[in-house]
């Protein structure tokens, strides 16, 4: 008991400085739930509610054993709000294959990432298969040609349709787990038209008007001017190609196209600082009123109708949430502009959708977020300046560049395999772009729209848009513009995130202990190792680590599993070049083997290949898309046995682990 009065004194030094720590410890209770390897029982649940109400108890002491109470509580109250998020939103999955008739109401239209149009479908109908087991959501990719319905259409097709898939590979990014949380029961694509049976209910909707926006600025600004202007206003991303995409992404310049903290910060500030400067010219109400706060209700105000008018996805509602905090804190004659109201904005995000601790858009924007915040308190509680008062501007904004592009470079390249070299110069030339020149432009049009001369607004921001969309093909183009990384372990981003919230919070000098963690994350990041081998889920592909790289046993077909391996391994080469890579041992060119580690691996991809694996021997390990039953000890891994198992990693000593291992049994995985 020696060590309470010490962590009693060092916490006594953090009052005042606690509520930034609220979202830790709810979110290491979210992150406890998303890790447990079995569903939680019902016994779990009222241990936890036990242990929280022991907690609730010792919270009210002001002591140091009051504070770590509390810590505990807000744990318990993470991982409660996890689970019954978990099963609130529980929904049939699709259990089979399924071909046949299709008929749902347009939810959602966006784009897949092989360019197809992909319809988003809720009340949801199929042939021979029962209400109760009919998915809420399904998604189907479907021809360009095929016709545009708009959101609240009814539409039927006929579609191949399958359960949501578990990770590439073992370990990777669960997209079951990412389609239970949005409902999303089945996935697949059709060949044929798409057929519109009801347009839609009569009248002016919400969605018809984000419509009909997104439509009339795709007329006014043609190309891809117009279809950027339509995804940062309305957040349908449905026009942008993939080579726009992808410019964006190689120069980081792909968070402009998301309506997220940048774009709803940016609408409600311009909105807040030019209706204070109107009414600060008008003496009787500049003399008599808060103009202040009467700015700050109006952007709140604004920041609601641009998120209802952007579709209110997850990424737009969190930046909301940030906004709204900003101005409320306003409203009370609080600082608007703290670590403060990052936290109870990162609070009111995670107990609404506590699944988006997980997501890349939740830690890059927060990681960013924070970031700024810190660097810039410490600037201002410092009395530090910027330069002379005409350079602090141009410094405010490649510093607060600079901040954010590393806070979330780290996320980034953990996610996406990529990191952008010249991210820095990019964002300097396009980012006082967007907020000096498009965003202005588009409130003006909208300001102008009812008096019929929108047209300037427009004119001004399409030139604003062709100016980034010029600096992306240029920086994209650049020698080297994008570099890519290895998919990183399974404890790096939990230590860079624990690194960086002691930084950021913690008070005193014993906040440079944060550097620790963020160190050994970055030194077990370098000495990461990738599979050997990797086994498809469907037994389809393998792909086997050699001296140039991953060789892959096909040349086409599974292209995500291939595109995703080799992303991973930081290698993304074209599909053919990592088959050619391999060399293939024996005289049936129809099976194809390797040398992995204690194992002789032989892949029979279709029926006629694995006709000819009638008997094997010990130390073979046997891969093919359907079912297999030969004589010998070797192992076998078929149709049957990869679905029950999924993915498999095969390392250097010859271990090999499943996605299942790695999934749990959770209810997702069911």
């Known amino acids: 008991m020696r060590m309470m009065p010490i962590l009693d004194q060092l916490l006594q030094v953090q009052r005042g400085h606690l509520l930034a720590w609220v979202p830790v410890f709810l979110g290491l209770g979210i992150g406890v739930f998303f890790a447990l390897p079995v569903e939680p029982e019902a016994v779990t649940y009222l241990c936890a509610l036990v242990l929280g109400g022991v907690c609730a108890a010792y919270s009210l002491r002001g002591s140091a054993s009051g504070l770590l109470a509390r810590a505990v509580l807000l744990c318990v109250l993470g991982f409660m709000v996890a689970g019954w998020r978990t099963h609130s939103v529980a929904a049939p999955v699709l259990g089979f294959r399924y071909y046949g008739p299709v008929e749902g109401r347009v939810a959602t239209i966006d784009r897949s990432a092989r360019d197809m149009l992909r319809l988003t479908l809720d009340q949801v109908r199929l042939k021979q298969v029962s209400p109760s087991r009919t998915p809420a959501r399904v998604r189907v990719s479907v021809p360009v040609d095929s016709g ?156 609601g109708a641009y998120l209802a008018l952007s579709g209110g996805n997850v990424a737009t509602e969190r930046a909301f949430i940030m906004v709204a905090v900003m101005f409320v804190a306003v409203l009370l004659d609080r600082r608007a502009i703290s670590l403060r109201a990052v936290a109870i904005a990162a609070v009111l995000v995670l107990l609404r959708r506590p699944e988006t601790l997980l997501s890349p858009g939740f830690q890059m924007s927060f990681a960013a977020t924070a970031a700024l915040v810190g660097v810039f308190g410490a600037i201002r509680d410092g009395g530090l300046t910027l330069g002379p008062k005409w350079l602090r501007p141009v410094a405010a904004l490649v510093l607060s560049s600079l901040v954010a592009g590393l806070a979330t470079a780290p996320f980034g390249a953990a996610h996406f395999n990529t990191l952008s070299h010249y991210g820095l110069l990019a964002n300097l030339l396009a980012v006082p772009v967007m907020g000096l020149v498009v965003v202005p ?215 090999l682990t499943t996605a299942r291992d790695l999934s749990g049994q959770r209810i997702w995985t069911r």
Not at 450 to 476: Q, S
Not at 513 to 523: C, D, N
Not at 562 to 585: F, K, T, Y
Request: aromatic share 6%.
């Open 148 to 303: 545009f319905p708009g959101p609240g259409a009814r539409v039927a097709t006929t579609a191949h349709l399958m359960p949501p898939q578990g990770p590439a590979e073992p370990g990777g990014f669960d997209f079951r787990r990412h389609a239970w949380f949005l409902q999303l029961g089945a996935n697949g694509y059709t060949r044929v038209a798409v057929l519109t049976l009801d347009p839609g209910p009569p009248g002016p909707t919400l969605a018809g008007l984000r419509r009909a926006l997104s439509l009339a600025l795709r007329q006014r600004l043609p190309g891809e001017t117009g279809a950027i202007a339509a995804a940062i206003t309305t957040g349908d991303r449905s026009g942008v190609s993939q080579s726009t995409l992808q410019d964006l992404r190689a120069s980081n310049l792909a968070h402009l196209l998301a309506i997220s903290g940048l774009h709803m910060g940016l609408v409600a500030g311009f909105v807040f600082a030019s209706l204070r400067f109107a009414l600060c010219m008008v003496p009787p109400i500049a003399l008599r009123l808060n103009v202040k706060k009467l700015s700050a209700a109006a952007a709140l105000l604004v920041a």
């Open 441 to 655: 432009a588009a409130v003006l049009s909208f300001c102008l729209l009812p008096l019929g001369l929108e047209g300037f607004g427009l004119a001004v921001m399409g030139a604003g848009i062709d100016w980034i969309l010029t600096v992306a093909r240029a920086v994209a183009e650049l020698p080297g513009a994008e570099g890519t990384v290895m998919q990183p372990g399974q404890w790096v981003l939990p230590l860079l995130s624990v690194g960086g919230v002691f930084l950021l919070i913690w008070q005193g000098r014993l906040r440079l202990l944060g550097v620790m963690p963020i160190a050994l994350a970055f030194a077990l990041w370098s000495q990461d190792t990738r599979p050997l081998a990797l086994i498809s889920s469907n037994g389809g592909l393998v792909g086997v680590m050699g001296p140039e790289g991953r060789a892959l046993s096909r040349s086409k077909g599974q292209g995500f599993a291939a595109r995703v391996w080799l992303e991973n391994d930081g290698d993304p080469v074209r599909q053919v070049i990592a088959a050619n890579r391999w060399r293939s041992q024996g005289n049936d060119p129809s099976l194809r083997r390797a040398r992995v580690g204690p194992y002789s691996l032989v892949h029979a991809a279709g029926s006629r290949a694995a006709e000819r694996l009638t008997s094997c021997a010990e130390g073979e390990v046997l891969v093919s898309t359907v079912d297999l039953k030969p004589e010998g000890g070797c192992i076998i891994l078929g149709l049957q046995q990869l679905r029950r198992m999924g993915s498999i990693a095969i390392d250097q000593q010859g271990k």
